[in-house]
């Protein structure tokens, strides 16, 4: 033990922060300044800091293994110091590890596992997302036009941002795969004034947007389906399709599956809009040094990242042209930290309504995850793309004279082209 506590002191000492801990015996190294204080309780976690076990110490945390005093941005910054290198090189994967990973893949996203996946997260409690998303319940990274943009702002920014890359009119049918809480959904009908359909496997969500519909007046012209995007209809395709926050839930194996789910979705010359998180590595499926495991138990179980070369080539074995490709990484960033920030204000909020052992567990995963998935944002370890697609051209002529049949212009002026 002795020989472990001068390890700690000496990669204490090294931090740019001042940092203290209260040892399981009571004894305190560290700075006497302390920004960030930690009491530990479990000798383990002690061994975790040592070696930089960043996803270990998360979860330690949440197992209550050690508690912090100090603000979560501080707490990340002193996480990222102590990293043994980047987790994007510590998770490369050999091709045995890689071939397994992909028979995984395949086995953990059938439609029964998918579905008790996305009930382990969304279904946790609306209140708890409500005390610190934007009062539309986006739950997917925010487009800060300008830099002084609330949350709010940004979250009304990235959903017209999205129907101005669709090009949405008047009368389109338009398909959202994983409405979330409803925000790109009703804001497509109330700005654009298209019919839509919205799909989760959520039955709070499910449950919450229909409410909203009702309330809205939108009847007829909305609806929110509890159901797989593998059982969507392909008998009449849409205008236009949106997928936000969805594909990171389908597996690496699935996705020219999935493209080719939605290729069939869409009308010849219609457009599909997927928006979701890639991976930082070209090849690993998550962030190495624990970081990808804390997600996958605490948070996500069942999400797997592809970089965003892997998602090009799936969107093309699916039959899918590219059209225009935005990394808004930093966007995300920004987002996390807001919605970071807010948690963290409200922690008394949010510790009454996950009163319960589970719940105040899952409460500790989620300021590691948010503050966590900001830092690797702003690191590069993550990023977040936006992909706009249609089907593969069969031929023609006329592609650049605006065709009634083509939603896309071939020129980006009309995204900020006034309505």
Not at 305 to 318: D, G, K, N, P
Request: glycine content about 10%.
């Amino acid at each position: 033990m002795t020989a472990l506590v001068s390890v700690i002191e000496n990669k204490l000492g090294a931090l740019s922060i001042p940092v203290s801990m209260e040892l399981p015996d009571g004894q305190r190294v560290g700075a006497a300044d302390a920004q960030v204080h930690f009491i530990i309780k479990d000798s383990s976690v002690l061994t975790h800091f040592a070696a930089g076990e960043v996803g270990a110490l998360g979860e330690d945390y949440v197992e209550g293994k050690f508690q912090f005093n100090g603000s979560v941005r501080n707490l990340m910054s002193l996480a990222s110091s102590i990293l043994p290198g980047s987790p994007v090189e510590a998770a490369e994967l050999g091709w045995l590890t890689g071939l397994v990973q992909r028979l995984v893949s395949v086995w953990r996203h059938s439609v029964e596992r998918d579905a008790r996946q996305i009930e382990f997260h969304y279904d946790l409690s609306d209140d708890f997302y409500a005390l610190w998303l934007d009062p539309r319940r986006v739950y997917s990274c925010a487009y800060f036009r300008t830099p002084d943009m609330t949350i709010a702002q940004a979250q009304e920014a990235k959903l017209d941002h999205i129907c101005r890359k669709l090009a949405l009119k008047p009368g389109e049918r338009f398909l959202d795969v994983g409405g979330g809480w409803g925000g790109l959904m009703l804001w497509a009908a109330e700005h654009y004034d298209v019919d839509v359909t919205g799909i989760t496997l959520s039955h709070n969500q499910h449950a919450y947007v229909n409410k909203l519909i009702q309330e809205k007046g939108l009847s007829g012209r909305v609806r929110m389906e509890l159901l797989d995007y593998r059982k969507l209809d392909e008998s009449r395709p849409y205008d236009k399709i949106s997928s936000v926050g969805m594909f990171e839930h389908v597996g690496r194996a699935q996705l020219v599956g999935y493209f080719g789910k939605l290729r069939r979705l869409v009308r010849p010359g219609g457009l599909i809009m997927n928006h979701g998180i890639t991976a930082g590595g070209l090849s690993n499926t998550e962030l190495g040094a624990g970081m990808g495991d804390f997600i996958e138990k605490f948070i996500f179980p069942g999400g797997e990242l592809s970089h965003i070369h892997f998602v090009m080539q799936s969107l093309a074995e699916a039959g899918l042209e590219d059209l225009d490709v935005e990394n808004l990484r930093p966007h995300y960033a920004r987002t996390l930290w807001a919605w970071s920030d807010e948690l963290e204000a409200r922690l008394d909020e949010a510790k009454a309504i996950l009163n319960t052992p589970q719940g105040l567990r899952s409460l500790r995963a989620y300021r590691m995850y948010l503050a966590g998935c900001a830092m690797g944002f702003e690191h590069g370890w993550i990023a977040l793309h936006q992909i706009l697609a249609q089907p593969q051209p069969a031929g023609r002529s006329d592609e650049l004279d605006y065709p009634a049949d083509q939603a896309y212009p071939w020129r980006r002026d009309y995204i900020y082209n006034s309505r």
